[in-house]
């Protein structure tokens, strides 16, 4: 079955640096990439994917790379602020399955 | 997206006794599934409810333990079977929308078992 690893499992940057979480995955099927934010006493919240089709996409500070080659996908958040402090999940699933297998999350701390 | 509503959101429960914990969606969705969240943990997936059909579990869980309905498309429910402390953690129902694409979580179900 599928596995998610996930890099670094802890954090800690200035406030204005980029942070960079990695994730690797097993399942060559695997065709969608999610990331999810999961700050304290709240459920994951979806902040962008990544389909295998592309490379690379953006949202304001926030970015996501795929290389499908070497089975692995990153995170990258630039300028980075003390709301982004939170915990972060990668995930993967196929379109056969639809099944979502996360990896084992990232605790993010943004310091002032 | 999908709005999905939980509940219970909190509960405290005696070992031995058992808690069904609903979900609702408010559109139609294609897949609904249940993950558990260990304190401190990642989220791992439990089964998948099947509309009219017995879930799918994945390995390590089993229906005995986690029984899941799905009567019609945009509810399901799970129950958490003679508790004991260990199965303290946030359940979290899920959907994917019409399209199969992103997954949508609901609030979670936090339960502590004493």
């Known amino acids: 079955g599928e596995n998610v690893e996930q890099h670094p499992s802890t954090l800690s940057v200035q406030e204005g640096d980029s942070a960079v979480i990695k994730c690797t995955y097993s399942?060559?099927?695997?065709?969608?990439f999610p990331w999810y934010k999961q700050e304290l006493g709240k459920r994951p919240q979806l902040i962008i994917d990544?389909?295998?089709?592309?490379g690379e996409k953006k949202d304001q500070r926030i970015a996501v790379t795929l290389n499908k080659t070497a089975k692995h996908f990153s995170l990258h958040i630039t300028e980075t602020q003390p709301e982004d402090s939170a915990v972060y999940f990668c995930?993967?699933?196929?379109?056969?399955?639809?099944?979502?297998?996360f990896g084992t999350g990232t605790r993010l701390k943004v310091l002032a | 997206s999908a709005v999905i509503s939980q509940k219970p959101s909190r509960d405290i429960c005696q070992r031995g006794t058992s808690l069904t914990i609903q979900c609702q969606v408010d559109?139609?969705?294609?897949?609904m599934f249940w993950y558990r969240q260990q304190p401190g943990q990642s989220l791992t997936l439990i089964a998948t409810?099947?509309?009219?059909?017995?879930?799918?579990?994945e390995s390590g869980f089993v229906i005995d333990k986690f029984p899941i309905s799905r009567p019609n498309l945009t509810f399901s429910t799970l129950t958490v079977s003679n508790m004991s402390p260990e199965d303290s953690s946030i359940y979290l129902c899920?959907?994917?929308?019409?399209?199969?694409?992103?997954?949508?979580f609901g609030e979670g179900s936090w339960l502590t078992v004493v």
């Open positions: 899920s959907a994917t929308d019409i399209a199969g694409n992103t997954i949508y």
């Open positions: 399942d060559s099927a695997s065709n969608y």
């Open positions: 990544i389909r295998s089709n592309v």
């Open positions: 995930a993967a699933s196929s379109s056969g399955t639809y099944k979502y297998i």
């Open positions: 559109s139609q969705v294609t897949m």
């Open positions: 409810a099947n509309q009219g059909s017995e879930a799918t579990y």
